[in-house]
Structures are given as C-alpha cells and as structure tokens.
C-alpha cells in the first residue's frame, strides 16, 4: 500500500515517520520550506517509545503533480484544510482512501464534497507532540495511537486492508466499527476542555479548585453532549465516565494544545472545534450559553491577533 502524509508536521511526521520506520511505503506532501528542512536535516523523532530518524525522506512538495496513492493520511491544521485538499488532489485516484486525523466532524463533509463519499474514512488521532525550533518531532505523552473506520458501521474489506498495513508499527491503532461516534465524543471532550482551559486561562486542576470551576466544567460538558444527542450521537456511558473523571481530576495539569496556541500567539482552530459545534446545536434550536462564551472568547481572540498583525 502506497501511503500519502499530507503534512509532515508533529502529528504526520510522528505516524508517517513511524510507519515508514515499519518499512510502509510512505511519502510526505510539504510546503517548500518543509521540504528544504527534510532534505536537509532528514525527519526525526524524539520519544519515550524510541526515537527514529529518517535521513532521505521520500517528499513531493505542495501543489506540485506524481503518482497516486491508496491511501492518504490528512494531518494539517482545520484552518489550512481547503489549502490542503487542493494540494492532495492530484495524488488522488477514485478508490483512494482519505483518512484524516483532524478533531470535529466538519472537515467530513468538506472531503466528501470535493472527493466523493466513497474516499472518505473516518478517523482520529490521540498524541501530544510538537515540533522544535530544529523542526524535530517531540513526543510530549504516553499516547500515541489512532483509530479509523468507515463513515456507516461495520468494517469493511478497505478497513482491513488499512489495517494490515498498520501492523507492526510502533504505535497504537484500533479499526472501528463506530469511527464517527467515536469522533463525535472525542470532540464533545475536546470542546469541553479547550473551552474552560482557554477562558479561565489555566489546568483542569486550577479550575476545579476555583469557585464554580466544577459547575461551569460540567455545565460545559452537558451542553456538548446535548448537541451530539440532537445529531444522533449520543455519548456511551463508558465515555461518559472516563471523560468526566479526566475533567474534573483534582490537581489535574491537564490543558488544551488550543491554550497552548493563544499563549504562543498562534493561529487556532476555533471555528473547527467549538464554531461548528455550536452552529449544529443553533440548527436544533438549542440554547448553549457557556458555549457561546466560550466561541466568542476564542473569536476575540483571533481578532485581537489580526489587528496587532497589521
């Protein structure tokens, strides 16, 4: 199986440099400036589950033309999807799979207007990782695995296929049966914690302590899985439990990548993960309050930003 990385970042360095460790057939679409660094550095990992390096690794550049692939793993950010889709288009065959590993849903239906529902898999990642000033891959925790399975349930002969050339890499992988459930409640907690993280400005444990730092958290947490419910996706009782115990963990350091982001003055993903899950619950009529706060706390944000950057 001819592999597709789209992104050569922390997230599809870290799984693409993994599998090609595996001696997976795998290629990495980059920006120019990406492609200069690994041809000149090559692509490294630093992780407690063994670092790697790859001296020459296979690359094509952005926008540029090539073979096709069979299966493709979209790893950029949720602000540089439409960029990223024009940029994988001409890799793409009719029966080559896209497998994403952005957070939220809505970059499903952005892949399945331009590509064809037939393309699209579902998908998630679970890592922490960053990269350095030396563009080397870090590995920040002790998760590093993935999930994926078709857009209805079941798993199909292509799900299998993907699946056996998962086996042997250095990192963990489940095929699912219930991919996009499985999504939406990652994306019920994700909105959950970048939301009370970003708008108190501090960890989970720092919330729970601080008067109505518990209520606001659960509050929060009952408003996203109420929108979920409304779509068909109501949370599992397993989820329910293990979510909620790592949202309200006293002494918990837990914070959100997207905290991480305003405080390093970077871009975030606002519109993808709390915008768009907001906008589902407006089309049922529903009432989020402290979801509300919450996106107009990260759009004030961005605008802040984009004055200062003019």
Known sequence: MRILVVGAGAVGGYFGGRLAEAGRDVTFLVRPRRAEQL???????????GDLSI????????????????????SCKAYDLGDAIESLAPFMRKDTAVLPLLN???????????????????????????????GQIVHLSDQHGLSF??????????????AQSMRGVKFEWRASETAVLEMWEKWVFLATLAGCTCLMRAAIGDIV??????????????????????????????????????LTAPGSLLTASILRDIESNSRIEADHIVGDLLERGRTHGMNSPKLEIVYAHLKSYERRRERQST
């Not at 094509?60 to 033309?65: E, F, K, L, N, R």
């Not at 209520?215 to 409304?230: K, N, Q, R, S, V």
């Open 149 to 162: 399975g078709e857009l209805q349930p079941g798993i199909s002969r292509r799900i299998e296929r993907i």
């Open 55 to 74: 001296a020459q690794p296979k690359i094509v550049v952005a926008h540029s033309t090539g073979d096709t692939f069979d299966l493709v793993l979209l």
């Open 39 to 49: 041809r000149r550095t090559g692509l490294s990992v630093k992780s407690r589950f």
């Open 104 to 134: 939220g849903v809505r970059h499903l239906d952005l892949l399945q207007a331009r590509f064809g529902s037939d393309c699209v898999v579902a998908g998630q990642c679970f890592i922490a990782a960053t990269l350095d000033e030396g």
């Open 209 to 246: 302590s601080a008067p109505g730092g518990l209520d606001f958290i659960l509050g929060l947490f009952d408003e996203c899985c109420a929108i979920a419910t409304a779509h068909h996706y109501s949370t599992r009782p397993e989820f329910l439990e293990r979510w909620k115990h790592t």
